[in-house]
C-alpha cells in the first residue's frame, strides 16, 4: 500500500502560479513511476503529467505543455507539480497517483490516489 497525500492547491489569479505537493509514504517511493490528473467540475479524470521512477523522464498532456513541470524528490517521498501561467480552464481537483508499471497516461495504470486538492484561476 501507498497513500498519498496532496497540497499546495488554492486561489490564484490567471497567469500566476502554483506549486503542488504530493506526499507518499508506505512503501518504497521510488519504485513507483508517479503521474497527476485533474478533474474539473462535471467532466472526466483527465491526465496532466507523469515522471518515471528515477526522475529522468516526464510526459505532458499538450494542454499544459511548456507551462507545468514535474519534478521528484525520492529522498523526501514527494512529486511535485509546478504550474505557471495558469489560466481559468486549469480550474480542476489535482489528484497525484502511483503506478506500479512504467509511467502512462491512462488513469487505469495507476495503482494508487490521493484524495485530491482543488485549484481555482479566476479570470
Known amino acids: 500500500q501507498v497513500q498519498l497525500v496532496e497540497s499546495g492547491g488554492g486561489l490564484v489569479q490567471a497567469g500566476g502560479s502554483l506549486r503542488l505537493s504530493c506526499a507518499a509514504s508506505?512503501?518504497?517511493?521510488?519504485?513507483?513511476?508517479m503521474g497527476w490528473f485533474r478533474q474539473a467540475p462535471g467532466k472526466e479524470r483527465e491526465f496532466v503529467a507523469c515522471?518515471?521512477?528515477?526522475?529522468?523522464?516526464?510526459y505532458y498532456a499538450d494542454s499544459v505543455k511548456g507551462r507545468f513541470a514535474i519534478s521528484r524528490d525520492n529522498a523526501k517521498n514527494t512529486v511535485y507539480l509546478q504550474m505557471n501561467s495558469l489560466k481559468p480552464e486549469d480550474t480542476a481537483v489535482y489528484y497525484c497517483a502511483a503506478d506500479t508499471g512504467g509511467y502512462a497516461s491512462t488513469i487505469g495504470a495507476y495503482d494508487y490516489w490521493g484524495q485530491g486538492t482543488q485549484v481555482t484561476v479566476s479570470s
Open positions: 515522471i518515471r521512477r528515477s526522475g529522468a523522464g516526464t
Open positions: 508506505g512503501r518504497t517511493f521510488s519504485n513507483y513511476a
